[in-house]
């Protein structure tokens, strides 16, 4: 374990958007306790590209759904800003999400029955500074498919819509899981350059979820999940290009 | 256990909601069926037991008086097995502490244990042979006077005043359905029918040795027609009005008329209701069963056969009409015997033997089972020939257009929810339109169910407001000369008063008959108004007769054509009448004329039947005292007593059965509600909680969801309406009968509770569904592909 990997002390200097303290989450299902999370202490700063990166199991998809307010931790805290996320209810996540979060999810979950540019809007219509839908289509390079359904685009194209749609409301954090998990490597890399490109552009705080540890490359920091625990992070002093990525 | 076993008993309890409200639209459907079923089988089955352990009589006949020898030439004729030549004669009678006008029939008791019409005792003994002033009495009559053995009463014989004592109360083959001549409406507590001693009647009503009505019953296989003719020619010289059999007796023809009513009632209403239960049910399970793809693909990929998967489903599918069946059998047993109990008690037979035939409930259940397999085979069959690998894989979006009406430009109107909602509809115009169906179906026979209740006011509001309205009919024992209006006048209170001539009379159209009587009214009468079949007012026609519409329609005449009227009383003339007009009645089967021009035709026999009166209502109670201190009086009418027996006739009637039918087609409506609303949900539960994701609340997906089935609600009340009217039309026209027609008329409060009962179990519905948008797995989205 090299020097970057040490066991991450928070950097108290730099403006954190989220902050977790001894963050736990325990399931219990049945009469089995899964201790997902076991004490995570994690900053994430405003404007970074971070990858959590780890294999299944490891927690990563836990962290990002406490972080993105769709699960509540068992212990310790998270704050967002000045919001503190791990005592809020529904209602006030509910909030939180539709204020401040963009997700896109592996499967890209468009709506089939609005076209892309009505899919987009659908967010925006309840955001209170978006951008216009078309100007999100036109960041991830699909200005041209405004009036496309999902079922007349490609799975990237959806992908593109997905990160459209998630953009568009100028979220302060977009979080994305897996986001090419169901693509083939070249439509893969097109997404990840309009995360890319939405990240340079327009500051948005980017956390993805990968067990793709090439993804890592393009990325401000790597954080490495194992157990439950951060096993590790890597700060790349220089991104690598999306459009260099090959796996 | 088998794996597969297993896995159908834990569906079948994880869907328990669902299965649930389909067992109860299963159940509703085949409650229906046994109630409607049951009672008249309970009804027709106990009429022929008590007919024959009362040796009902076959042929009826009335005649002016014959001496007692005439029996025995009727006792020759072939086919007559026993003959009872009794008295009967027409009574005023004065209950203590009654002091409304009663009229009543007086008869002589059975000649023999073998004799027709025996009587069957309820209470008390017959009278003993020596006791002169003893009666048995009718129960009904007894039971609204509150009569019992011991009871004192007394009776006006033929001007006579004559003190009784009951020793007994009596059901009767002849009285079941216990009626004044000429009323509508039955009315037990002024008009009663009582029995006593030969000798005492005969003395009394002047009839020593001699008989005025005669009774036969037939030898097996004798021709009634036949019998009906040679006794004509025997009594016709001593003044027989014409001999009838059991058709066309008073109580027999009315309990034939609301039996057949009643059939037709149990063959439509249920029919309607077991297939809108089939096609819901049909409707219903295909979803279930499309829900359950995934599930189907894996088996399949473990290597089950499409034969075994269905087996497997159809096993679950039999779970659920097995839980119906049970509840439906049960409750309709429960109520059909409830139900036979209050029509026995109103037909007033001594006992009531409950029939559920077996071959009934094997057939709702038969027709439920089979509408639940063909959408289950249907279903599973469309699921099967999906290759599991492609039914396992993340579906691919499915193809959506914009919807019509966005391309007819309100698109910008829309918000995105609204478009989704719109969209939704449009891509399955199917799905949408079974639901839709399935909503205006259950709102249909809620409409349905109001029809009875509209009706029977209608009809209220026809005859006594707007077309009777005098306060009293007086009726005489015999035809009255014309002096009899003179004195009707003279009473005190009377405002206004009208004379009635009824002459009893067939009336013929080539092959079809028809037996009423001939009104005559006052030309210029105001008394009472005759509506024409747009419900305007008719003036009676110097000459001509009016028919009402469904006699018409039976003798198949129209005005201008002519009828022949074979008269049944007096010299018994035939004559020929022009049919001036038709009149709209819902009830009887009634010929008016002007009594002028009625009496011109009589000319043995100028004369009044009784009067009609408009009274001061102050002063009413005197009239009585009046009208009972004379002996010519046969019966009193009284209109506001006439509304009320006919509203207590039709609740205890017509009204308990609506009344069910409404609780049934209740529960189908929140059965079909709630399936469409729950399987709305479970089918796009995935896309909702990836907006709830997004940041949409739960109410903005719940608008979404909800928006669908509540726009589709919406569009199938009136539809289900518009269906509701034309079940309602189909029943009334198959109601149709001499008795009385069933108006089609469904009034803005039925429909208000027809839309009510939809929407609240739309609500209902929602609200369940609302609850379970808040448990919404939102963590799964992100990983889980459907």
């Known amino acids: 374990m090299d020097a970057s990997q040490a066991i991450p002390v928070p950097d108290e200097t730099r403006r954190a958007v989220f902050r977790t303290r001894a963050l736990t989450k325990t399931y219990v299902v049945g009469e089995i306790r899964i201790e997902a999370l076991r004490g995570i202490d994690l900053d994430l700063y405003a404007g970074e590209f971070a990858v959590l990166l780890g294999a299944s199991g490891s927690g990563k998809s836990t962290l990002l759904n406490i972080l993105g307010g769709l699960d509540t931790p068992t212990g310790g805290t998270v704050h967002y800003a000045d919001h503190v996320l791990s005592q809020a209810n529904d209602r006030e996540l509910t909030r939180f999400r539709r204020e401040h979060v963009g997700f896109v999810f592996q499967f890209y979950n468009l709506i089939p029955s609005l076209t892309a540019r009505e899919n987009v809007a659908i967010v925006t219509e309840i955001a209170s500074h978006p951008l216009t839908p078309e100007h999100a289509l036109e960041v991830v390079g699909l200005g041209e498919r405004l009036d496309h359904f999902p079922a007349q685009l490609s799975g990237g194209e959806q992908q593109r819509v997905a990160i459209a749609r998630a953009i568009a409301k100028n979220p302060d954090v977009l979080l994305c899981d897996e986001p090419t998990g169901a693509l083939d490597s070249k439509t893969g890399i097109l997404v990840l350059e309009a995360l890319e490109r939405v990240n340079r552009e327009l500051g948005t705080t980017t956390v993805v979820i990968t067990h793709n540890v090439v993804i890592g490359e393009m990325a401000d920091r790597v954080i490495h999940l194992s157990d439950g625990r951060i096993a590790g992070i890597t700060s790349n002093p220089v991104r690598r290009p999306a459009h260099e990525l090959r796996w | ?786």
Not at chain 2, 5 to 29: C, F, H, N, P
Not at chain 2, 252 to 270: M, N, W
Not at chain 2, 708 to 714: A, D, K, S, V
């Open chain 2, 1 to 786: 256990m088998r794996m597969l076993d297993r896995k159908w008993l834990r569906e079948l309890w994880q869907m328990r909601g669902q299965a649930l409200a389909i067992a109860l639209v299963i159940a509703s459907g085949i409650t229906t069926f046994i109630i409607s079923r049951s009672t008249i089988d309970s009804l027709t089955y106990t009429q022929s037991r008590f007919y024959r352990s009362t040796r009902f009589a076959d042929v009826f006949d009335s005649l002016k008086r014959a001496p007692l020898a005439v029996v025995s030439p009727i006792r020759e004729i072939p086919g007559v097995a026993r003959v009872d030549a009794r008295v009967l004669a027409p009574v005023t009678l004065d209950v203590p502490g009654f002091s409304d006008p009663v009229s009543g029939a007086l008869l002589t008791l059975p000649e023999s244990p073998g004799a027709p019409n025996q009587l069957y005792l309820r209470a008390g003994r017959l009278p003993g042979p020596d006791e002169d002033d003893a009666v048995v009495v009718n129960e009904s009559f007894a039971d609204a006077h509150h009569l019992k053995p011991g009871s004192r009463l007394a009776a006006t014989i033929n001007g006579r005043w004559k003190s009784l004592v009951v020793t007994g109360v009596v059901l009767s083959p002849e009285y079941v359905y216990l009626i004044r001549p000429g009323d509508f409406f039955p009315d037990y507590k002024r008009y009663g029918v009582l029995w006593m001693n030969r000798r005492p009647l005969s003395a009394a009503y002047g009839m020593d040795g001699a008989f005025n009505n005669v009774v036969l019953s037939l030898a097996p296989g004798a021709s009634l027609p036949a019998v009906i003719e040679q006794l004509d020619s025997v009594l016709a010289r001593w003044g027989g009005v014409g001999a009838i059999g059991r058709e066309d007796q008073t109580s027999h023809h009315y309990l034939s008329e609301e039996i057949k009513q009643l059939r037709a009632q149990a063959t439509i209403v249920p029919i309607i209701f077991l297939s809108v239960a089939a096609f819901l049910l049909n409707v219903v399970i295909s979803r279930l069963i499309h829900q359950q793809r995934v599930p189907m693909a894996i088996l399949k990929a473990f290597g089950y056969s499409n034969r075994a998967i269905l087996f497997h489903y159809m096993k679950l599918v039999t779970g659920i009409v097995i839980a119906g069946s049970v509840i439906g059998v049960v409750a309709g047993a429960w109520l059909a015997h409830g139900l036979s109990n209050i029509y026995s008690e109103f037909f007033r037979y001594p006992y009531m033997y409950f029939v559920l035939r077996p071959g009934v409930a094997l057939t709702a259940i038969a027709i439920s089972a089979l509408a639940a397999y063909a959408g289950t085979i249907h279903s599973v069959m469309r699921a099967a020939q999906v290759p599991p690998a492609q039914a396992l894989h993340p579906e691919a979006p499915p193809v959506f257009h914009e919807s019509l009406l966005e391309r007819a430009g309100v698109k910008r109107y829309l918000s995105q929810g609204a478009r989704m909602i719109l969209r939704n509809i449009a891509r399955r115009p199917i799905k949408a339109g079974l639901t839709l169906l399935g909503v205006a179906f259950s709102c249909a026979i809620v409409t349905m169910g109001g029809l009875f209740n509209d009706a029977v006011n209608y009809m209220i509001d026809l005859q006594f407001r707007r077309s009777q309205h005098a306060d009293l009919i007086v009726t005489f024992t015999d035809t009255a000369s014309s002096r009899a209006m003179a004195e009707a006048r003279s009473l005190p209170g009377v405002v206004m008063a009208e004379p009635m001539r009824a002459v009893p009379v067939r009336l013929r159209n080539g092959y079809r008959t028809y037996r009423t009587a001939l009104q005559g009214y006052a030309p210029d009468g105001r008394l009472n108004e005759l509506l024409n079949t747009r419900l305007q007012p008719v003036r009676i026609p110097r000459s001509g007769v009016l028919l009402s519409d469904y006699l018409a329609r039976r003798l198949a005449v129209e005005p201008g054509d002519a009828v022949t009227a074979e008269v049944l009383e007096g010299a018994r003339p035939v004559l020929r009448i022009p049919v001036s007009g038709v009149v709209r009645e819902f009830a009887g089967m009634n010929a008016y004329m002007s009594v002028d021009a009625l009496n011109r035709l009589m000319p043995d026999e100028h004369g009044l039947s009784g009067v009609f009166l408009r009274v001061d209502p102050a002063i009413q109670p005197r009239i009585y005292t009046e009208l009972k201190a004379r002996p010519k009086v046969a019966g009193v009418t009284i209109r506001a007593v006439a509304i009320r027996s006919f509203h207590e006739l039709m609740a205890e009637n017509i009204l308990i059965y609506a009344t069910v039918m409404l609780v049934l087609a209740g529960t189908i409506a929140v059965g079909v509600m709630y399936n469409s609303t729950r399987v709305a949900l479970s089918e796009r539960e995935f896309e909702l909680a990836t907006l709830r994701v997004l940041g949409l609340t739960r109410r903005e997906i719940g608008y979404i969801l909800l928006g669908e089935t509540g726009l589709l609600t919406l569009i199938a009340i009136p539809i289900g309406f518009a269906i509701g009217w034309a079940f309602s039309a189909y029943i009334a026209v198959s109601l149709a009968s001499t008795l009385y027609r069933v108006p089609i008329v469904i009034e803005p409060p039925t429909l208000g509770r027809a839309a009510l009962v939809i929407i609240l179990s739309a609500i209902a519905s929602g609200l369940y569904v609302y609850y379970r948008l808040g448990r919404l797995d939102l963590v799964a989205v992100l990983k889980i592909r459907e």
